[in-house]
């Protein structure tokens, strides 16, 4: 950022709940009415867009995901957060499964793989396949302690 012309105004740290992440966002338009984007994670983000809305600010100042959820996708498709990167985290697993296997079968030829990390905006939204980045719908995780 040194050689450009972006200017750093506010670091806040909190729980990444959707409360707190609200309440940073408050006290940082407070300090900083002027600002043109708000940059943080996808639970920022989606508070971002609630507020902006209230504030009356949609439109007036972008938002960013440092990742990609369910949220950001549906926000990215409606034009209230401009972008979010992807790691494509489903594919992943299906790698590590892939991995795993021809690791015990003897027969791993390429000892790192892993897809590349794409920025999803508006341009490109609807042209990757968004089954290697988020659950089905239909998924629900199930936790069990022993």
Do not use: C
Not at 21 to 42: F, T
Not at 67 to 72: A, E, I, N
Not at 96 to 120: F, M, N, W, Y
């Amino acid at each position: 950022m040194a050689e450009s012309s972006a200017e750093l105004v506010a670091v806040k740290w909190g729980d990444t709940g959707f409360e707190v992440q609200l309440l940073l966002l408050e006290e940082v338009l407070e300090e900083h009415p002027d600002i043109d984007y708000i940059i943080g994670s996808a639970v920022t983000a989606d508070a971002a867009v609630s507020l902006l809305r209230a504030k009356n600010l949609t439109g007036r100042i972008g938002v960013l995901a440092d990742y990609f959820t369910h949220g950001t996708f549906r926000a990215i498709k409606r034009g209230k957060v401009l972008a979010a990167p992807t790691d494509s985290p489903v594919l992943q697993g299906r790698l590590a499964v892939d991995q795993a296997v021809r690791a015990l079968e003897d027969k791993l030829t390429v000892p790192h793989a892993g897809p590349s990390i794409r920025i999803v905006d508006a341009q490109n939204i609807n042209a990757f396949d968004i089954k290697d980045s988020l659950a089905p719908a239909s998924f629900k995780p199930v936790f069990l302690v022993k």
